[in-house]
């Protein structure tokens, strides 16, 4: 393999993170770390809130409805009503038994409260601590980010991790996705001779085409591009008579 001609240019390209990049990771951290903080929202409060909701109804059922058909089988309704109603509990209305329906609509709960068991109350807090790591890790990842820069120079280029590659030594370079998602991939040697990929990022690290320009000048090596897609028949067949 020939080895690629060297760029002309001495000027000195940096590219340094987009903004667009910072905005994309900090919504990302941000929504994150909402997520973690509902999910423990729920298990702190959420959830018990609405086993007392669902014990509430249980109780409704298993213990009000209980005494008041007992009192209705004895012909102590009105007693069963005043004795009930000293102790704040619903009686009914226009003689009717009472009803759970609106008994929650009353309390703005909902008619089938669900609930929840102590491993879904937990499972709350595993999710909201892991949702709140990961918010963490992308805000780190967003701090280690602020200085770091894609650098080309007369003779070699420099990637973000600070691996310093020669044009010379770029062999192949893959340039499929750069349409789509502004990446390029370039292959090289290093000095014990071992093949690396380094990624040239347009998105992340602004004017990095500029750089991508600058390996492909003079390159000799394998370029792969994606292939365009062929016409469709009705544009290239001609109509007929």
């Known amino acids: 393999m020939e080895a690629a001609a060297l ?7 940096v590219c340094r993170v987009t903004r667009w990049y910072f905005r994309r ?12 903080m509902y999910f423990l929202y729920d298990g702190k409060y959420g959830y018990p809130a609405a086993n007392k909701v669902a014990e509430e109804k249980e109780w409704f059922e298993q213990v009000l409805l209980k005494s008041y058909d007992e009192a209705k089988a004895a012909g102590a309704e009105e007693a069963w009503a005043a004795g009930a109603a000293a102790k704040g509990w619903p009686t009914g209305k226009n003689g009717e038994p009472p009803r759970w329906i609106s008994h929650a609509a009353a309390k703005g709960w909902p008619e089938k409260p669900h609930k929840y068991t102590d491993r879904e109350i937990a499972e709350q807090f595993w999710w909201g601590g892991g949702t709140l790591c990961a918010a963490l890790a992308v805000a780190v990842v967003l701090l280690l980010n602020r200085k770091k820069t894609l650098r080309a120079e007369t003779e070699h280029w420099t990637t973000p991790e600070g691996v310093t590659v020669r044009y010379a030594d770029v062999f192949r370079v893959d340039k499929r996705p750069w349409d789509q998602k502004g990446l390029a991939y370039a292959w090289h040697k290093d000095a014990a001779g071992r093949e690396k990929r380094a990624v040239i990022d347009d998105l992340k690290y602004q004017g990095a085409a500029r750089v991508l320009d600058r390996i492909l000048a003079g390159f000799k090596g394998e370029l792969i591009e994606k292939i365009p897609d062929p016409p469709d028949d009705a544009e290239t067949t001609p109509p007929q008579a």
């Open 7 to 13: 760029p002309t240019s001495e000027e000195v390209i």
């Open 25 to 36: 990771m900090g919504i990302l951290a941000g929504m994150l770390f909402l997520m973690g």
